[in-house]
């Protein structure tokens, strides 16, 4: 009996063991995506990207390995089954009008949506993610301070992009401009990729003082307005609502300790160029037009055919406009399918999950990350639902 009892561990370990090398590999690209984004190649009117292939290769494996193992799906993720299928929808009613050629725009962003909400709960885990996420983080931070001090001292502007084939020739150009892009391929990604890790790190009290000044630094000098604009969403809602009931004092010290870090940055940051250069940006209006110019459109969204308007125009064209997109691209239907969806993740998961959550959707205001073009809902979504389907490390899973 014992030895049965034996084989049967050891059948489970070995099952156990196959199994880790598939979630190593879907949170190192869960993770690290945001990198591969900028590299790949151009076509029509979409392009074959490094993130996209790696969501292909796992997607290729992750079905090889449920044809073997069978299928399982977390509880939570459910609530997001609609808007899935409302996207479907918007596929098939825009073909139906005679749009064309953006298709695979609306594929790739259905592929990395699963990708993000289905296979996360099973194949995501949050402490291997992390280590990876830590050390990206730091990396990207010290790139953009060295490309700030050395664009500022002595006018050498370094890249921090790889010796790669850009899937687009205006990221080549990136050392004539005076901003900073890190090792991403806009500015205002460092912010969105930093973002969760600020916010798991303050929330799980992780975060030291020197960490988070170096980090404030490099969001308020990137020249991003979205990162100024994340920077100060995450400190107001730490100090709002962040506290730790066992001990009050210490709690009260973290905020005052945020706080001075988020004016010591501040402080640095006025004396720079690059604060001389956000105010010309803020002040020609460019950016926030920008961004604003999908709201003022809607009301000639709404004058157009009854099926664009429930099903959305399947990414045939969108601005930068946040959750007008979200209704330009997806419809009334999507839209709100989303957003009962999105609901349902706050309202089962736990405090650090709806301090990721909303921090994403603040960002989403003036930006189309929800889309997927910073990979930031690979990160974001895999963690929330780590937060809503762990209990002490165990997963719910039906089936």
């Given at each position: 009996m014992a030895f049965d009892e034996r084989m049967m561990c050891d059948a489970i370990e070995s099952k156990t063991r196959q199994g880790m090398w598939l979630i190593y590999l879907y949170t190192f690209f869960a993770i690290a995506s945001t990198l591969f984004e900028l590299y790949g190649i151009s076509y029509s009117l979409s392009t074959f990207t490094w993130r996209f292939a790696s969501v292909l290769l796992f997607s290729f494996l992750a079905l090889i390995n449920v044809c073997v193992n069978g299928i399982k799906i977390c509880k939570e993720n459910l609530f997001f089954l609609p808007f899935l299928v409302s996207v479907i929808g918007s596929f098939f009613a825009n073909m139906a009008i005679g749009s064309e050629g953006y298709e695979l725009r609306l594929i790739r962003f259905m592929l990395l949506f699963i990708y993000a909400v289905f296979l996360s709960p099973r194949y995501f885990n949050a402490d291997f993610a992390m280590k990876v996420y830590k050390w990206i983080v730091w990396i990207a931070t010290i790139v953009l301070l060295l490309q700030v001090v050395m664009s500022n001292l002595w006018g050498i502007h370094i890249s921090g992009h790889l010796n790669l084939p850009l899937r687009s020739s205006i990221y080549a150009n990136t050392l004539s401009l005076s901003r900073f892009y890190s090792i991403f391929e806009e500015p205002g990604y460092y912010g969105i990729f930093v973002s969760s890790y600020l916010c798991i790190q303050l929330a799980e009290k992780k975060m030291h003082i020197p960490e988070f000044l170096f980090i404030a630094l490099a969001l308020l000098l990137s020249t991003s307005s979205s990162n100024i604009g994340i920077l100060i969403f995450i400190i107001i809602y730490y100090i709002l609502f962040m506290r730790n009931n066992k001990d009050f004092i210490k709690s009260i010290l973290a905020k005052i300790g945020i706080l001075l870090v988020g004016g010591i940055s501040s402080y640095f940051f006025v004396l720079s160029k690059q604060f001389e250069f956000v105010s010309k940006r803020l002040d020609s209006g460019y950016s926030l037009e920008a961004r604003t110019e999908g709201y003022a459109d809607m009301e000639t969204f709404f004058?157009?055919?009854?099926?664009?308007?429930?099903?959305?125009?399947?990414?045939?064209?969108?601005?930068?406009?946040?959750?007008?997109?979200?209704?330009?691209?997806?419809?009334?239907?999507?839209?709100?399918?989303?957003?009962?969806?999105?609901?349902?993740?706050?309202?089962?998961?736990?405090?650090?999950?709806?301090?990721?959550?909303?921090?994403?959707?603040?960002?989403?205001?003036?930006?189309?990350?929800?889309?997927?073009?910073?990979?930031?809902?690979?990160?974001?979504?895999?963690?929330?639902?780590?937060?809503?389907?762990?209990?002490?490390?165990?997963?719910?899973f039906i089936g």
């Open positions: 004058e157009s055919t009854p099926l664009k308007i429930l099903f959305g125009n399947g990414m045939e064209s969108y601005p930068i406009s946040g959750y007008a997109t979200l209704i330009i691209v997806f419809g009334i239907v999507g839209a709100l399918f989303y957003f009962l969806g999105i609901g349902s993740l706050l309202k089962k998961t736990n405090y650090i999950g709806r301090f990721i959550l909303f921090t994403f959707m603040f960002s989403n205001i003036g930006n189309v990350e929800f889309l997927g073009n910073a990979s930031s809902m690979l990160i974001v979504f895999p963690f929330v639902l780590w937060y809503c389907c762990h209990d002490s490390y165990k997963q719910k």
